[in-house]
């Protein structure tokens, strides 16, 4: 009898080891060796030499770490708030039944089933400056003075990218504040009422609060989601012109895979991965922690 | 019991992986699969070819040039894909270092191919050369950009010229001609302007065309040598004679605005409908513009020297040559040694340059059915006192890399030369030594 028991225990296990071994030879085992790479002046060909730390000493010192450091945080910052306030807005005004409600939440999610190559390219032809759409629309209504080179003037670039990745993470947003509205029991909103609460106050003392563990899950999926940015960037620019819409993973491809200095793309990544870390931490504790809650 | 089931059955999953591992070799050992080989006409052999011609025109070519070679040689099986140009540049090490790698490889001649061969990733293919008598047939010049200690490694394909293309109607509606110096050049620039006519049509967005105007200014202002050197990193980007480039010739061109608004937008085939709507009026591009061109306007194009800035100066054009090589490691040599000798033969030869207008690197190819841009682009590459690759293909990857960021960057902003020649003279001195 105990042997049986022992032995259904282990069943778990023996259809675990396949995607454990999956993971530890595709995921954990990489990563451990890029931390190895970042340490060394490997051009992918070549055998690897160790040298120590130079890769971070040259990274510190580097322009372009700090141009792209800030874009990433540029690109933060309108995340946290652009998308999550106007999700939060979208969600309130959706989730009481209005007419074309559905066709609304449909919408509004769309530009998240289209992969990013095909939003950025999309995007790109609508920024062309001769012939785009936005450029054709503010000349044919004589704000000419307002057609830019959207994507060719260094200091708009990685706004108008940053433009494209809002439109996108919008909808994601509002879904995830819709599902949070849905878990909310009536009766708290009703008897918030019955105390005399107006519209407003029902929002900011009882809907807010109540929506936090949403709230704090966006915030923390938006922060991850701007630090890996790069397909947008890619597709786009690629980074140009001359670095001023990168950011660091955009910065870690170019210096790996076009200037082969694998050493140094990997003590880019290293730093990157170091920051999300950060981020994912507290949104892992946070998860389980909620888990533990109910 | 259930329990033992699906122990047992997770047992069986864990085997049968373990067992498709093996299942390939079985079969080996079993003579009597012979006889069932000698039934069929030829085993065929395979060779695997990675091509970075994605163009469509230069697509279509290399793709009638592989069926044209398995017609001839029906135990060959020739496996071949055709990758984005930009993807394959990032590829190839990924290639050149697999255990398996294709076989027969795309790629540029001179010092971007040099790299992977001091790496001791390409194989020794003197004695194709020997055989197919090459040694003879194709020019030395071709011979030695092939060529590293003596021994061939690469099979220069074919090649073409870079001049500064125009269209003849607009040049004809203004009464202009081809011009020969840099005055008649700004001459030029100056009637299409006053007339409402951008001179020049440029795409920056991928920065390789930005890198044509530095290698032209640069040779016709200081000559070919010094460029050269500068390539190799035995020169200063602080010498004043550098900053002369950008300063004096560059800078009035952009703030004349001679050249198209916002080129950073485009990419380089984006840029030419500007050209073929008559917006714009020249383009300094490669011979390839043509496979680009809308295809009813192509005959509209023309193309002359780029101007000559001083008369005392050696001439230096850039022609850049591609071709192929196979990887020391190809697991097919003896295949793909036979398709790199029919991509080499006066007939793969004929057919690359009559369908896509390159010149040929055979001398035996036929040169009577050259169209008159040929025999133009032909003239005006062996009229030059010197043959320059292209400031990607001259220089290192990274040295590049943050060239062409400056020139980006000296294009938005012309004062900040100094800065800019600063920061590539001190990426200069790391990628080279001082």
């Given at each position: 009898m105990a042997r049986r028991i022992n032995l259904s225990r282990f069943v778990p296990y023996f259809f675990l080891i396949i995607p454990l071994l999956i993971y530890l030879i595709w995921v954990i085992g990489p990563t451990i060796y890029t931390f190895y790479l970042s340490l060394t002046d490997w051009d992918g060909l070549s055998q690897p030499h160790f040298i120590g730390f130079q890769n971070y000493e040259k990274l510190f010192r580097d322009p372009v770490f700090y141009i792209s450091l800030k874009n990433n945080i540029k690109w933060l910052i309108s995340f946290i708030t652009i998308p999550v306030v106007a999700g939060l807005a979208l969600a309130m005004a959706l989730s009481r039944s209005i007419p074309g409600e559905r066709f609304f939440k449909a919408g509004f999610y769309s530009p998240m089933v289209l992969s990013l190559v095909v939003s950025g390219l999309i995007w790109s032809w609508m920024y062309h400056p001769a012939n785009g759409l936005i450029n054709s629309v503010l000349r044919s209504v004589g704000l000419d003075f307002l057609a830019k080179g959207w994507l060719s003037d260094k200091n708009l670039v990685i706004w108008a990218i940053i433009v494209v990745a809002i439109w996108r993470q919008v909808g994601y947003v509002m879904v995830l504040y819709l599902a949070?509205?849905?878990?909310?029991?009536?009766?708290?909103?009703?008897?918030?009422k019955i105390d005399g609460c107006n519209a407003w106050n029902t929002f900011r003392h009882v809907i807010?609060?109540?929506?936090?563990?949403?709230?704090?899950?966006?915030?923390?999926?938006?922060?991850?989601?701007?630090?890996?940015?790069?397909?947008?960037?890619?597709?786009?620019?690629?980074?140009?012109?001359?670095?001023?819409?990168?950011?660091?993973?955009?910065?870690?491809?170019?210096?790996?895979?076009?200037?082969y200095k694998m050493g140094y793309g990997a003590a880019i990544s290293v730093v990157l991965f170091l920051i999300s870390l950060v981020f994912i931490l507290f949104y892992l504790t946070r998860v389980l922690q909620d888990e533990l809650e109910y | 019991m259930k329990t033992r089931l699906l122990l047992l059955l997770s047992l069986v999953l864990l085997l049968g992986v373990a067992t498709a591992c093996v299942a390939p070799q079985a079969p080996a050992g079993q003579p009597v699969e012979v006889t069932k080989i000698v039934e069929k006409p030829v085993a065929k052999q395979i060779v695997i070819y990675n091509s970075y011609m994605s163009d469509p025109a230069p697509r279509e070519a290399d793709e009638a040039l592989v069926k044209m070679f398995m017609e001839q040689n029906p135990d060959i099986e020739v496996v071949h894909s055709t990758v984005a140009h930009e993807d394959f540049k990032q590829a190839i090490r990924a290639y050149l270092t697999a255990s398996t790698p294709p076989d027969v490889l795309t790629w540029f001649a001179g010092n971007r191919a040099r790299f992977f061969i001091d790496k001791g990733l390409i194989m020794d293919i003197s004695d194709v050369w020997e055989e197919q008598g090459w040694n003879e047939t194709y020019p030395a010049g071709f011979r030695a950009l092939s060529t590293v200690d003596g021994k061939q490694y690469f099979l220069p394909a074919s090649w073409y010229w870079w001049a500064v293309y125009y269209s003849k109607s607009t040049f004809e509606k203004y009464g202009l001609q081809e011009p020969q110096t840099w005055e008649e050049f700004l001459q030029v620039c100056e009637t299409l302007k006053a007339n409402g006519v951008t001179p020049l049509t440029i795409g920056t967005k991928y920065r390789w065309t930005a890198a044509a105007w530095f290698d032209y200014l640069n040779m016709r202002v200081n000559g070919p040598e010094f460029h050269i050197n500068l390539m190799l990193g035995k020169e200063r980007y602080d010498d004043p004679r550098?900053?002369?480039?950008?300063?004096?010739?560059?800078?009035?061109?952009?703030?004349?605005?001679?050249?198209?608004?916002?080129?950073?937008?485009?990419?380089?085939?984006?840029?030419?409908?500007?050209?073929?709507?008559?917006?714009?009026?020249?383009?300094?591009?490669?011979d390839f513009i043509r496979d680009s061109y809308p295809q009813e306007q192509v005959d509209d194009l023309g193309f002359f020297r780029f101007p000559i800035i001083d008369p005392n100066v050696p001439v230096g054009e850039d022609a850049p040559t591609d071709g192929w090589f196979i990887a020391a490691k190809a697991q097919h040599p003896e295949a793909a040694k036979k398709l790199l000798a029919f991509f080499g033969s006066k007939e793969a030869q004929q057919y690359m340059a009559d369908t896509l207008g390159r010149l040929p690197t055979n001398m035996e190819v036929d040169t009577s059915n050259f169209t008159d841009a040929q025999r133009q682009g032909l003239d005006l590459i062996q009229k030059a006192d010197f043959v320059a690759q292209f400031y990607d293909r001259d220089t290192t990857p990274e040295m590049a890399d943050v060239g062409m960021n400056g020139f980006m960057e000296f294009w938005d902003n012309p004062d900040s030369i100094d800065d800019i020649l600063a920061r590539l003279e001190a990426k200069r001195a790391e990628l080279f030594g001082e």
């Open positions: 949070g509205l849905a878990g909310i029991n009536p009766a708290l909103i009703d008897a918030s807010l609060p109540l929506l936090t563990p949403v709230t704090v899950i966006v915030v923390v999926i938006s922060i991850i989601d701007s630090l890996r940015a790069f397909d947008l960037v890619s597709v786009m620019t690629r980074g140009g012109p001359y670095n001023s819409s990168s950011v660091l993973a955009n910065f870690m491809y170019i210096e790996a895979f076009n200037n | 550098v900053k002369k480039v950008f300063t004096d010739y560059w800078a009035p061109l952009i703030a004349n605005g001679y050249f198209i608004e916002n080129p950073a937008a485009y990419s380089w085939s984006e840029a030419i409908p500007f050209m073929a709507n008559g917006e714009a009026a020249m383009y300094l591009m490669g």
